[in-house]
């Protein structure tokens, strides 16, 4: 060991010890371990810090004292590992430690047992994050101790290890060496004389058989972390990216395989609704019309059954009464002979069967006042029954269907039109999911910062570019600010933060809500501070699902799913969850491209649109299951350059002709253009401006033609042409 001393930390985790600092009685007692004169030649006396019983605080102290330049040897903490439900210690700490270390966890949990049965209460974590060694103790000052006490000769030698120190110099004493230096005595076997007769009189192929089982690996390599592991520095970075090239059907294909279905809610019914889709069919639960309503202003008759009866409505008759479509009682019933003033929307009187139009009638007289009409003369005989009428529930009869599962509330008014006359008080809809965009890079300023640009500092366009974008598709975001790629913790705790519904990036609110799902920025290339991959694959336990796309702009596009438990609650009996992180490149063009590419599928598959048919067979684009953008075929107005290996999905303006109808499209910009501003160089964010389209190039050598019909994905409005 070096003449330096070892650094130690000590996180108190208790809601009492939080509020009141003098109730802590296991901080001094651990201190007291450290300090004792048998060890003040190793240890530096250690650093106290209480926090409550709350995983992001543990986290984020834990990280605090692992991740910097001036990290500590060993990190200790004390209290949360019983099984209390605010006990979650052993949950925080866990998902941050790189290399698990059973056997310190199995010399406390042996030494406890040898005092008390109830030892094996404490659930107890041991592991290395970086070069820091984490110990989980119990809470109990005295318990706390003894559990430090079994293993604070041998920590020493963990501890440098894990900083780095040469293992071969190490052991090259042996292990009896080792044991002198830690003050511990060697473990006795149990039946010494047995072992040692055992071993002298079995063959060779004996003990092969017996004694050693034969090597065999349990993970499979697809199971490993294939992304940069950062503790191992830029000299052991991959050189290229270990991530298959997926084409984009692929890699659409496993989204919406890997996005979940949809969660359904109970809604009342308001214009809130715009942008759901329905759950469960709705049925009418009144009738529209519910009476007998004209169709015009006029009056009402008692037109004859047939011509052959003699009777007729041809002639001059009495103003019985008057009929207005307001909410107020039933007109009296009309009687032979008369008629009755009757306006559009209002119920008929009792008896009446049809109504005249006013324009073939005229004012005979008036009452004696002259404010009323007496008597009016109807100038046409072929006036039949039902005629001007709407009959009770011809417009929605009650009980039928008026909307199904997989309806999407459009902003046409229609749907919510529907559900509001026919006395529909409430809906089941699809759930919409809640999404979070960080962007991540030390050099991101707030587009918003007013101060000037020094050094390679950028303006952060992505955030604010794709918030935009995701709020005029009608989800909800969340802003989760910026995320520094160092220290490396920075984006661990940020992306935690955000399933947990707590941001700590810079420009985000604290208390933020949980999201269903994340976008990234920036992060995801082969450079030695691009985290992204190694932080959801080592530090989140995720799953990268994919990690490059053969496509242009937006090549290192990455796609991964990551645990989460809801509750922190451990009593509760829940199944993990998993959410989707959708990692885009930090070039502002590319991060839009793949948004609209990539994320918009999946958030349709998440808010049910498409529910009404199967999720099973998704093809090119998702437009199987109706996701994503639209479709359609337009004709270049000018030939646009392919590339060789990869699909392009190029800006462009679709415009609709006037005369015929037909589609053109035409480039944001051409690389080499004058005045094309770099084209559709995967930085130029300009060539998205005033775009409505994406066109896509499939590989190739030359180009295409003027004239040619392309596909084109509609990612606005077609605009009205010439």
């Known amino acids: 060991m070096s003449g330096s001393k070892l650094r130690a930390a000590v996180l108190i985790v208790s809601d009492t010890a939080s509020r009141d600092a003098a109730s802590d009685k296991a901080g001094p007692a651990l201190t007291a371990v450290f300090t004792a004169e048998e060890r003040s030649n190793t240890w530096e006396a250690p650093v106290v810090k209480v926090v409550p019983d709350n995983v992001l ?11 910097g330049e001036e990290y500590f040897n060993l990190i200790i903490t004390s209290g949360g590992t019983g099984f209390a439900i605010k006990d979650n210690t052993p949950e925080a700490v866990s998902p941050l430690i790189h290399r698990h270390a059973p056997g310190l966890v ?3 949990l042996a030494a406890s047992l040898n005092i008390t049965p109830f030892a094996m209460m404490s659930r107890p974590v041991a592991g290395v994050r970086n070069k820091s060694l984490i110990v989980t103790l119990p809470g109990s000052p005295k318990g706390a101790k003894e559990n430090l006490e079994s293993i604070i000769n041998l920590i020493p030698h963990a501890c440098i290890q894990a900083a780095g120190a040469n ?6 004493g042996g292990v009896k060496k080792l ?4 003050g511990v005595s060697p473990v006795q076997p149990s039946n010494a004389n047995h072992h040692h007769h055992h071993h002298h009189h ?8 017996h004694g050693h089982a034969i090597p065999k690996p349990h993970t499979s390599p697809e199971d490993r972390p294939r992304s940069n592991d950062p503790n191992a520095g830029p000299t052991r970075r991959h050189r290229s990216s270990p991530y298959p090239m997926l084409s984009v059907d692929e890699a659409l294909k496993i989204i919406v395989e890997e996005t979940p279905n949809p969660s359904i809610i109970e809604v009342p019914v308001t214009t809130d609704l715009v942008g759901s889709v329905i759950a469960e069919d709705v049925y009418a639960g009144e009738a529209v019309p519910a009476y007998r309503a004209s169709i015009v202003d006029g009056y009402a008759v008692i037109a004859p059954e047939s011509p052959s009866s003699g009777a007729s409505t041809k002639g001059i008759f009495p103003v019985a009464s008057v009929s207005h479509a307001q909410a107020s009682s039933m007109p009296p019933p009309l009687e032979p002979g008369t008629i009755a003033r009757i306006t559009t929307g209002a119920p008929l009187p009792p008896n009446a069967n049809a109504v005249v139009m006013v324009e073939d009638t005229v004012l005979v007289s008036t009452t004696p006042d002259g404010t009323e009409e007496a008597t009016v003369e109807i100038l046409t005989g072929d006036i039949k029954p039902g005629e001007n009428v709407r009959e009770p529930g011809s417009d929605v009869a009650l009980g039928s269907k008026i909307l199904q599962k997989g309806d999407l509330i459009s902003a046409v008014g229609g749907e919510i039109g529907l559900l509001a006359s026919t006395g529909t008080k409430t809906v089941k809809i699809f759930n919409k999911p809640r999404v979070g965009v960080l962007s991540t890079g030390d050099e991101l300023v707030p587009h918003d910062d007013p101060r000037t640009l020094t050094g390679g500092q950028i303006r952060d366009s992505n955030r604010p570019s794709l918030i935009s974008c995701l709020r005029s598709w009608g989800f909800e975001t969340v802003d989760l600010g910026i995320a520094r790629d160092t220290p490396a913790s920075e984006l661990e705790q940020a992306l935690r933060g955000a ?13 933020i809500g949980g999201v269903d799902v994340i976008i990234t920025t920036g992060g995801v290339s082969m450079g030695e501070l691009d985290l992204l991959k190694p932080t959801i694959e080592r530090s989140l336990g995720g799953t990268i699902h994919f990690g490059r796309v053969s496509m242009k702009p937006g090549k290192p596009t990455t796609f991964a799913t990551v645990p989460f438990k809801p509750s922190s609650d451990d009593s509760a009996q829940q199944e993990r969850e998993k959410r ?9 063009a590319s991060a839009l491209v793949t948004l ?21 067979a998704a093809n090119a684009h998702a437009r199987a299951n109706n996701l994503g953008l639209p479709l359609v075929s337009a004709v270049l107005t000018h030939a646009i350059p392919l590339d060789p290996k990869r699909t392009e999905y190029h800006r462009a303006i679709v415009t609709a002709s006037r005369s015929d109808g037909r589609l053109s499209a035409t480039s944001t910009g051409l690389s080499g253009d004058p005045g094309a501003s770099s084209g559709q160089r995967s930085s130029r964010v300009g060539s998205l401006a005033k775009a409505n389209a994406l066109l896509v190039l499939p590989p190739g050598e030359g180009k295409i033609e003027k004239g040619q019909l392309v596909e084109a994905l509609l990612m606005a409005p077609v605009v009205s042409g010439e």
């Open 106 to 108: 199995h010399g406390m």
């Open 202 to 209: 079995h063959s060779h192929a004996h003990n092969h058989a």
């Open 580 to 588: 989707l992180i959708f990692a885009l490149p930090g070039n502002p």
């Open 179 to 182: 044991e002198a230096e830690a």
């Open 499 to 511: 399933l947990r519904g707590i941001s700590t990036a810079a420009g985000a609110g604290g208390n």
């Open 167 to 172: 293992s071969r110099a190490i052991h090259a």
């Open 596 to 616: 609209h590419l990539f994320v918009l599928p999946s958030l349709h598959k998440l808010m049910g649109l498409g529910s009404s048919r199967s999720h099973s």
């Open 57 to 67: 605080d543990i986290q984020r102290a834990i990280c605090q004292w692992a991740d």
